[in-house]
Structures are given as structure tokens and as C-alpha cells.
């Protein structure tokens, strides 16, 4: 079938099935068992397993962005040369921005109770949806293993602090054995807890979330009383000013900081499929998502300005600040801290999300804990020590790059779920070959052709400076050049708009077809 919106046939009586007005269900039998696009993890999650509150949404979000990463965003534009207020409100413009497309694509999942993958099946086709599964899958293995890297350099830090001789310890690969051992052991404590579900994942999301954010304000006082107030940092004049040094620094830092959450824009049916409804969604990301990522990125900021008043230089590495301690009990809570946080955001982030695109490849083969597994592997194989090296790689190579792709694919899902299809589904032909989501045998070449396009215009033109990255000066394609500094937003922009003029006036609003509750 090769229509975007085919005309809806009548729903067979026993497809039907009785639901809240704002949800769909699967009916039972609507979709045979054995479908080889269908495994237990990417079925609907059924009405009565739908029952994540505002709390538990907002409670995902700041355990997920309380992290040392995140608490290096602040650090990094200002080594870039802005100054303490630049960077805050380049991070707070960041998510207040990419806000909008998450709590878009969120909306399929309380409604349908689909993950990402399937609900990319819509636009891209039942095949085709392993297009932008496998290059969202590939961008959080990498992020996987930046935060465990982090993380094990973390416990390294504070562990060597309290026993002492860690850091002399032989060398393999050019890093203590001692490092590597904390880098896998940590490894190893992340895949276990996400082995055990989503509910276990819920479940250490909501104590996690205040045990950080107690252990983030401990830190701060901790720095306060020590300094008498806090230090010089603050008033700080920035190196680039308001002016012509600023916006070419500005604006890749801001679609950087876009990237940061570009996998949640798209992943986020993930989690939202188990809400109890669109307002738990709404309020809870809202709620949850810029006000937190603002807040701690100030709080590092008023720290930092603290340990430049206590040690005469600013350490904008938590890590490092505490590991200057001598206290042995400030050291082991600053260690299990450290543990949550990054397991917190690691698990939510970055294995939950490839962990059901890999599934989406292969169900048959693949359930969500082997493909968290699989997410384990390959977030070692691709080095992630090497991706963190400068800012320059880290905000603008890697960010840049990955927020270019996934805009693209998130202009897509927009356009078709908001503008084609007007929010409505089949909910079981996304699990039907032949079905209206089959197109041209599994695939939307409309959507395919939008992505290749966006994806062009997003990072065709990305550049280095010289010695600073792996791209040419001139950019890949040079005319692009201007483009590669707003990537997400261009691509994004430029997907939207073309799927929508491939796919053609919509022929009126679809109504929910075959296997979809009446609504």
C-alpha cells in the first residue's frame, strides 16, 4: 500500500474494545501471536499497566539530569569563554526549546501505550522504522558508554582518594588497570538493574531523584561554608561578550545543548506508553525537564564560584572538588551519590531506548534484556574515553552531529503523527505486514526521502577548526557551511516540511481502523 492515509475501513465487532475517551487498547487476537513483527516488549502496554503519575515522570527527569555530565554542561561553554550567565541561559533556552518536540512524540505513548519504534513505523513503514531505531539505537550506545566512562572515572577519583596508590597502579592501554576495573564493574551494576524491567527502572527512579538532588544541595552548603560565601567566578566578565565574538559561539552551543536530551525528543514514548494519562505526561515533563536541567546547571555554576574562593581555581569537576576533601564519610557519600546519579540517567537515557530499537529489528530474535545487553557491548567498543577529550569534539563534533540526525527524524514523526494522521492510528496494523503502514514493502520512501534530505541540509556543511575535529575546515560540503551551526533546528524544519508536501494533502482526518479501541 503506497497511500499515507488510506481510507479507514469499518472495525470488525471483535476488534472492538471498551477504553477511556484519550486511550486505545489492543483487542485481543487482533494481531496474530506468531507475527514476526511483534514481540511481548513492543505489544501496547495494556490500560491497567498504565499508571505512571506526574511524579513518576518528573521524578525520571531529575534523576536523569542530575548528573556529571550535565553538571559539565556549564563548564564547557564557559571554557568556550562565556561567562556564568551566558551558559545558564544557553542551557535553560536549550530545554525550554526542546521541551516542545518531547512532549509531541510523548503524546502517542499514553494514548497508544507504543514505544518509539513502533510509533515510527507509522511514518517510515514496519520496515522502515529500523532507519531511524537503529540510528537513535547507535547514538545511545555511544551515550551509554560516555556515561559509564564518566562514571567510572568518578568512582576512580573518590575510591583512590579514600585507599590511596590507585592512580600509580600498572597501566593497560594507557589507563591504570585500576580505572579500567571501576569502568567495568560499574558497567556491570548498570546492566543488572535494567536487566529486572521497567518497573524496577520506575521504582529506582523515585528515591534516586531526591537522594541526588539532597546530595547536589549537600555539596553546594558544603562549598559555602567553606568559602565564607562564594568567590570571584561570578563576577567574572565574559571573553566573548554580547556582541559579533558571542552568537558564532552561541548558537552550536545551543543546538549542542538541544542534542543533549535529542534522543529523549524521540525515545520518549519509551516512557510516556506507561503513563496514567496526558496530563501526568505533560505536567511531569514539564515540570520535570528545563526547570531542573536550569537549576542544576546553576548550582554548578555557585559551586564552582565556591571552590575558586576555597582552592584560589575554579573545579568545575565535582568529582574532583570532593576528592579534595579528607573526609572519609563526606567522600563515601559523595561516592554513592556519584553511583546514582550516573546510573540514573545511564539506565533512563541511554539502554532503555536501543534496548527496544534493537528488539524492533529483530523480535523474534531480540527481547528488551538482550538488547540491553547488546546496548552494553557497543557502548564499550566505540571508545568513549576519546569522545570526551576537548569541548570542541564533545559540544560541537559529537552534540553537533548527533542533534543534526535526530532533529531530522523528529521533524518526521511530527509531521506525520500531528499533521497527517492528526494523532490517530491503527494501533494494529503497525503491527501488520500488508497492513496500511506496509507502503512499499515495509517502507515510506516519503519518509526516507525527508530523512535524506533534512539529513543533508542538518550536517552536510559540519566543520572543525583546524587540529580541533575530524571535519575539513570548509565543511563537507561547503555551500552548507552556514546550515551546520543550527543543525537540529534545520533539520527538523527541513524534514517537517518535506514530508508533508511528499505525503500530500491528507484525505481528512483517519479514523482508528482495525484492532484500535473505539474511542
Keep these: ?200 527502572l520506575r521504582r529506582f527512579e523515585n528515591w534516586a531523584a531526591p537522594f541526588v538532588i539532597v546530595g547536589a544541595l549537600v555539596l553546594l552548603v558544603w562549598v559555602a561554608v567553606k568559602a565564607g560565601g562564594f568567590g570571584p567566578l561570578l563576577d567574572q566578565p565574559s571573553k566573548l561578550g554580547w556582541g559579533a565574538d558571542f552568537w558564532p559561539v552561541f548558537f552550536p552551543s545551543l543546538m549542542g545543548m538541544i542534542a543533549f536530551w535529542a534522543t529523549l525528543s524521540l525515545n520518549i514514548p519509551d516512557f510516556t506508553r506507561f503513563g496514567a494519562g496526558q496530563r501526568a505526561q505533560i505536567w511531569g515533563q514539564t515540570l520535570g525537564l528545563p526547570t531542573t536541567m536550569t537549576l542544576f546547571a546553576l548550582l554548578s555554576v555557585l559551586v564552582t564560584s565556591g571552590s575558586q574562593a576555597v582552592y584560589g581555581e575554579a573545579i568545575w569537576d565535582p568529582v574532583e572538588l570532593v576528592a579534595r576533601t579528607d573526609n572519609v564519610f563526606g567522600l563515601l557519600y559523595a561516592l554513592v551519590t556519584v553511583l546514582i546519579a550516573t546510573i540514573s540517567v545511564n539506565i533512563a537515557a541511554n539502554v532503555v531506548s536501543p534496548a527496544y530499537d534493537l528488539a524492533n529489528l529483530a523480535p523474534k530474535l531480540i527481547n528488551f534484556r538482550t538488547g540491553a545487553l547488546i546496548t552494553g557491548v557497543v557502548g564499550v567498543l566505540i571508545m568513549p574515553w576519546k569522545l570526551t577529550e576537548t569541548p570542541e569534539l564533545y559540544i560541537f563534533t559529537w552534540l553537533g552531529l548527533v542533534g543534526g540526525l535526530l532533529g531530522t527524524v523528529a521533524g518526521i514523526l511530527i509531521a506525520d503523527y500531528w499533521i497527517v494522521r492528526r494523532t490517530v492510528l491503527d494501533l494494529a496494523d503497525l503491527y501488520r505486514p500488508g497492513g496500511r503502514y506496509w507502503y512499499a514493502d515495509g517502507w515510506n520512501w516519503r519518509a526516507v526521502g525527508a530523512f535524506a534530505v533534512g539529513g543533508v541540509l542538518a550536517i552536510g556543511g559540519s566543520h572543525s577548526a583546524p587540529g580541533k575535529g575530524p571535519f575539513p575546515a570548509d565543511g563537507l560540503i561547503p555551500f552548507l557551511k552556514p546550515l551546520a551551526d543550527y543543525g537540529w533546528a534545520v533539520g527538523l524544519a527541513s524534514s517537517l516540511v518535506l514530508y508533508v508536501l511528499l505525503s500530500g494533502r491528507s484525505r481528512g482526518t483517519a479514523t482508528a481502523g482495525n484492532g484500535s479501541a473505539v474511542r
Design 1 to 200: 500500500m503506497t497511500s499515507t492515509v488510506p481510507p479507514t475501513p469499518p472495525i470488525p465487532p471483535q476488534d472492538r474494545i471498551s477504553a477511556p475517551p484519550d486511550r486505545v487498547e489492543l483487542a485481543p487476537g487482533a494481531v496474530p501471536a506468531d507475527n514476526r513483527f511483534i514481540n511481548e516488549d513492543l505489544l501496547p502496554v495494556p490500560l491497567e499497566r498504565r499508571t505512571w503519575t506526574t511524579y513518576n515522570f518528573a521524578a525520571l527527569w531529575v534523576g536523569m539530569a542530575h548528573n556529571i555530565p550535565s553538571w559539565l554542561l556549564a563548564s564547557g561553554l564557559v571554557a568556550l569563554g562565556m561567562d556564568w550567565k551566558q551558559a545558564v541561559f544557553t542551557i535553560a533556552l536549550a530545554n525550554l526549546i526542546v521541551l516542545g518536540p518531547m512532549l509531541l512524540t510523548g503524546h502517542a505513548g499514553p494514548k497508544y501505550g507504543i514505544p518509539f519504534p513502533v510509533l515510527a513505523r507509522a511514518s517510515f513503514g514496519l520496515r522502515g522504522a529500523n532507519l531511524p531505531a537503529l540510528i537513535r539505537a547507535a547514538v545511545a550506545c555511544a551515550w551509554f558508554g560516555i556515561q559509564t566512562w564518566i562514571g567510572g572515572v568518578g568512582i576512580f577519583t573518590l575510591l583512590g582518594k579514600i585507599f590511596g596508590g590507585w592512580a600509580n597502579a600498572s597501566e593497560i592501554g594507557g589507563q591504570p588497570w585500576t580505572l579500567w576495573l571501576c569502568f567495568a564493574l560499574f558497567w556491570a551494576v548498570e546492566l543488572a538493574i535494567i536487566y529486572r524491567g521497567m518497573d524496577t
